[in-house]
């Protein structure tokens, strides 16, 4: 390709509408434009690399039995509604209406169709397991698109699903999976941590994440270096309090001396102002929220200095819907406003929720029910206690691993891929069912597995570029190598530049010669915008001793080779830059 022909409209400025480091250069480097806030189209340059990403991914997909399948991305919303995700994906569905009438959305996932295609077309045992997979286009419409390719509303996506007779099956597909997953993004140049992670509105029994460490990451992830323990905060367990201290959550810690009484407390409603107020310490307070779940109000109590997890107190629940109480609902149930609620006296049959760090509080400061009213010297067990005691708090940094009990690390990540162990969540909705070897008919298990294509794209930039430019990993790399003839009205650096550009495909080397008349640091900027990893410059100061130079972008190291050795250079640096992208040893144990 000749960069005179080449569609790559660069960029000096950076777009205003850009906040991270990898959207600034998309844009930039000529990779795509903008249609609308949150879609994208990709121009040739992305493209090239969003393919690549593709074809790594349908190889260890294929490596592992995957088979390749492309469902629609218009589906109706019967099969929705059976499953009950029609209402429960909110508003981040594509919903429309066909000419008949009929209800039908643009695919956020294909769980519903692809378990109606596995009942339809399985009838045995003899016909699993099955690894189904697509490479398509998603549409989510996020309230909040953002960061470019990190959460957009239209993006390209791969989910495979596995169909298997038992327990056992699904957890060697899942295994399957665990190491395609961990095998492609290392051959994409990704540093990444597997974490423990909800399920969210896909459902099933377990989940991992593939998180890329940054702190543009939307989800935040605590770990131990220790033993190897990582989750997503929605989802890491909180070590109990309780192991060596002889008493359980249920009798709580030894009451306090001091009584419960109340305090006069006008106008003060937050933890902040009662640090001042009171002069007592955030962890020596009862934090009381009130949620309604499906309807019913419920108290969820934490420890002053603690964040609560809704993810884990509506599991707690056992809720579909919950959200916050109005004020209104607050002042029913506390019988006071907004700031000062509290455990203690709640209006009768209001469940109470309780953090496992809450019984073990002494002498403790919370809302009592009143209007600008506290009640101090609050003891669990004896002036209160809780319907259930679980763990409902974000863990955070220094809180102990509940592995091996040392201290956890925190950092945030963006998420590229995610395993689902689903269970018979669609195959018993949907009646996707088999008739195994005596017999008997048995319902499929299934799993689910994604992979952000255009996200991984992204989260490379975001992890290898510096001010200049991208500096691509030579596995996606839309081009390996540049050619640049420093002065085009030079017969001879043209003629050299052509033969080593006709060379390099010759050996299976992607390069793009600079043809354009051009200032050569117009060229050079150009290369290192858009992260071409080798760039072979014929200068007249090399050329009159039958040289070119070489240089690696990665590592800015120039070395000068001579012209009938170029392309065979470039092709060892190519092969070299590949075998380091080699994948590890993985295992799921």
């Known amino acids: 390709m000749r960069m005179s022909q080449l569609f790559s409209p660069t960029l000096r400025e950076v777009p205003s509408e850009a906040e991270i480091p990898s959207h600034q250069l998309m844009l930039r480097a000529g990779l795509m434009r903008k249609t609308v806030s949150g879609i994208y189209m990709y121009l040739p340059l992305g493209y090239r690399s969003i393919r690549k990403v593709e074809q790594i991914v349908r190889e260890e997909m294929d490596r592992q039995g995957g088979q390749e399948i492309l469902m629609s991305a218009l589906m109706p919303a019967d099969m929705w509604r059976a499953t009950g995700r029609w209402l429960d994906y909110g508003n981040e569905m594509f919903r429309l209406t066909d000419r008949g009438g009929r209800d039908m959305c643009l695919g956020p996932t294909h769980e519903e169709l692809v378990t109606s295609i596995a009942r339809d077309e399985i009838r045995s045992y003899r016909q699993l397991p099955k690894l189904l997979y697509q490479i398509q286009t998603k549409f989510r419409d996020e309230i909040r698109p953002r960061f470019g390719l990190m959460r957009a509303r239209e993006f390209i996506m791969k989910d495979l699903y596995s169909f298997d007779r038992d327990a056992d099956g699904l957890e060697q597909s899942y295994r399957k999976m665990y190491v395609a997953y961990c095998r492609t993004f290392d051959r994409c140049g990704l540093h990444y941590r ?26 935040a992830l605590v770990f131990c270096d220790a033993c190897g323990y990582a989750a997503n905060v929605e989802q890491a367990e909180a070590r109990g309090v309780w192991e060596g201290i002889g008493v359980t959550p249920a009798e709580g810690g030894r009451p306090g001396t001091r009584p419960c009484e109340p305090v006069p407390t006008p106008g003060v409603r937050t933890i902040e102002e009662l640090v001042s107020f009171l002069r007592v310490q955030p962890d020596q307070m009862l934090k009381t929220l009130i949620y309604v779940g499906d309807g019913t109000p419920v108290a969820a109590v934490v420890r002053g200095d603690r964040e609560l997890n809704e993810v884990k107190l509506k599991k707690a629940l056992g809720v579909r819907e919950l959200e916050l ?47 600008d009213t506290h009640l101090v010297g609050v003891s669990y067990g004896r002036d209160w206690r809780a319907d259930v005691v679980c763990d409902l708090r974000n863990v955070v940094k220094g809180d102990a691993c509940p592995r091996c009990g040392l201290p956890l690390d925190a950092a945030r990540g963006v998420e590229v891929g995610h395993l689902f162990k689903l269970g018979t969540k669609y195959s018993r909705v949907l009646g996707a069912k088999f008739l195994d070897e005596d017999g008997t008919e048995k319902l499929m298990i299934m799993g689910c597995y994604g992979i952000g294509i255009t996200r991984i794209v992204a989260a490379v930039i975001e992890e290898h570029h510096d001010d200049d430019g991208i500096i691509w990993p030579m596995s996606i790399a839309p081009y390996h190598a540049t050619v640049v003839p420093v002065n085009t009205t030079a017969p001879e650096q043209l003629e050299v530049a052509q ?18 008349d051009e200032r050569p640091g117009v060229k050079f900027k150009d290369a290192d915008l858009i992260g071409f990893p080798v760039r072979v410059t014929i200068g007249s100061r090399t050329l009159d001793h039958g040289q070119v130079e070489i240089r690696m972008r990665r590592s800015g190291e120039v070395e000068r080779v001579s012209v009938s050795d170029a392309a065979r250079r470039v092709r060892e640096i190519v092969d070299g830059e590949l075998k380091a992208l080699e994948p590890r040893h993985h295992s799921l144990d």
């Open 194 to 219: 597997i974490v423990e992670a909800d399920p969210g509105a896909i459902g099933g029994t377990s989940s991992h994440e593939y998180m890329v460490l940054s702190d543009i990451g939307e989800a």
């Open 325 to 371: 109480a109005t004020p209104a609902v607050i002042e029913e149930v506390t019988g006071a406003p907004v700031g000062f609620a509290g455990p203690v006296g709640l209006k009768p049959g209001v469940r109470i929720i309780a953090d496992l760090e809450v019984p073990s509080l002494v002498a403790g400061v919370t809302g009592a029910n009143a209007a």
């Open 499 to 516: 033969a080593i550009y006709g060379d390099l495909w010759a050996l299976g080397v992607e390069a793009v010669v600079d043809d354009r």
